[in-house]
């Protein structure tokens, strides 16, 4: 049984950047991420009756809900409420109610995950509610469940693991079991294009059928084929004979996982090579670029600018089709981000930081 805890406190959440492995995730794919000191916010107040009042401060949005069964949905994807279910389900029952502030520093709708660092907050906050603690690893799958699957989503658990995590991760996405890699990594800046992504669940929603699809196509080609671990040389013979976009498709997702690999090895060293890093960076990006087809002429205009800039290694972030870009600037952080800005972009400069955090509030 967890303590009734009626001390006022804050949880940070932050954002993250995907390294490798961008659109592998949610395949049994693995990744690489990083945590980044952008973040989100929930300052929490104890309250006397059995209400949970929500201030959205950045979007100027109120929400009021109680404690006590089943809380109903307003619109889908209602990232706190959904904690609130996957928590109690748990057996995290609260014995009072709670004022809950949410603000921010993550970009919206720029691929730096700010819902998902929202539902790790909100999980977190629920756990030192409840006067009880979680594991991050713990954490972040209980996140998943509120963000992506109690809504039926096509997202991994990446996101979510590196928001609670912190710092570098390789994330094994079968096993659901993360290592944390040493790599001190320099700065980076990204570049916010704003425009707004159409339809970012149903892209993730495309990718993933259509890849699946290619998958069962390839296995009945091969023989055999197991996404993990069939050379890409085999399933490119293959693709000689198929030329079609969705095949290329799958391919890029092969390539995607070697390059991921490729880069563990780099970045399981304290002080790995920035040049050999940003060269990962940009073949990472060209993959994403023409075979999974996740870039845009402006996202293209703000890489280009943060190249002329001194940047080693550009790619797009998260589902693509907009959003942002990242640059890994070393030593050069401040004039890459005044020529993405020259070029119409909003920079922003980050860098690797620790996991979600509960901090008290007297």
């Known amino acids: 049984m967890g303590r009734d805890n009626r001390s006022g406190f804050s949880v940070r959440a932050p954002g993250r950047v995907c390294l490798f492995g961008e659109h592998s995730d949610y395949l049994g794919l693995d990744v690489i991420a990083?945590?980044?000191?952008?973040?989100?916010?929930?300052?929490?107040?104890?309250?006397?009756?059995?209400?949970?009042?929500?201030?959205?401060?950045?979007?100027?949005?109120?929400?009021?809900?109680?404690?006590?069964?089943?809380?109903?949905?307003?619109?889908?994807?209602?990232?706190?409420?959904?904690?609130?279910?996957?928590?109690?389900?748990?057996?995290?029952?609260?014995?009072?109610?709670?004022?809950?502030?949410?603000?921010?520093?993550?970009?919206?709708?720029?691929?730096?995950?700010?819902?998902?660092?929202?539902?790790?907050?909100?999980?977190?906050?629920?756990?030192?509610?409840?006067?009880?603690?979680?594991?991050?690893?713990?954490?972040?799958?209980?996140?998943?469940?509120?963000?992506?699957?109690?809504?039926?989503?096509?997202?991994?658990?990446?996101?979510?693991?590196?928001?609670?995590?912190?710092?570098?991760?390789?994330?094994?996405?079968?096993?659901?079991?993360?290592?944390?890699?040493?790599?001190?990594?320099?700065?980076?800046?990204?570049?916010?294009?704003?425009?707004?992504?159409?339809?970012?669940?149903?892209?993730?929603?495309?990718?993933?059928?259509?890849?699946?699809?290619?998958?069962?196509?390839?296995?009945?080609?091969?023989?055999?084929?197991?996404?993990?671990?069939?050379?890409?040389?085999?399933?490119?013979?293959?693709?000689?004979?198929?030329?079609?976009?969705e095949r290329r498709m799958a391919l890029a997702t092969i390539r995607n996982r070697d390059l991921t690999h490729r880069a563990l090895k780099l970045l399981s060293t304290p002080l790995p090579d920035s040049n050999e890093l940003g060269r990962m960076l940009r073949e990472h990006h060209e993959i994403l670029r023409d075979d999974l087809e996740r870039s845009t002429p402006k996202i293209e205009r703000l890489i280009e600018a943060a190249y002329d800039a001194g940047a080693l290694g550009c790619k797009i972030n998260g589902s693509g089709g907009g959003g942002s870009m990242m640059a890994y600037a070393v030593g050069c952080e401040h004039e890459v981000a005044a020529s993405i800005k020259s070029a119409g972009g909003t920079p922003y400069i980050v860098k690797v930081a620790k996991g979600a955090e509960v901090v008290m509030v007297n």
Do not use: C
């Not at 619109?75 to 279910?85: C, G, V």
């Not at 699957?149 to 693991?161: P, Y």
């Not at 609670?164 to 659901?176: A, L, M, R």
């Open 34 to 245: 990083a945590a980044i000191d952008v973040t989100i916010k929930i300052e929490a107040q104890p309250r006397e009756d059995e209400l949970i009042v929500v201030n959205y401060t950045d979007l100027k949005e109120w929400d009021e809900f109680s404690i006590i069964g089943e809380v109903g949905y307003r619109t889908k994807r209602d990232y706190i409420r959904s904690a609130f279910n996957v928590m109690a389900r748990k057996g995290f029952v609260l014995k009072h109610g709670w004022d809950m502030e949410v603000s921010g520093t993550i970009p919206l709708a720029a691929g730096l995950s700010s819902s998902s660092a929202l539902t790790v907050g909100g999980i977190k906050a629920i756990t030192k509610m409840t006067g009880r603690d979680l594991p991050p690893e713990e954490i972040a799958l209980r996140a998943y469940d509120a963000e992506v699957a109690e809504f039926g989503e096509s997202g991994g658990t990446m996101d979510h693991f590196a928001s609670s995590v912190g710092g570098v991760i390789y994330v094994n996405t079968v096993e659901n079991r993360i290592n944390r890699l040493p790599a001190e990594l320099d700065t980076f800046v990204i570049g916010d294009s704003g425009e707004k992504k159409r339809n970012t669940v149903g892209d993730l929603r495309y990718i993933r059928t259509t890849i699946e699809r290619e998958y069962g196509e390839i296995s009945r080609d091969l023989g055999s084929f197991n996404r993990r671990l069939t050379p890409v040389n085999t399933v490119h013979e293959k693709v000689e004979m198929n030329q079609s976009k």
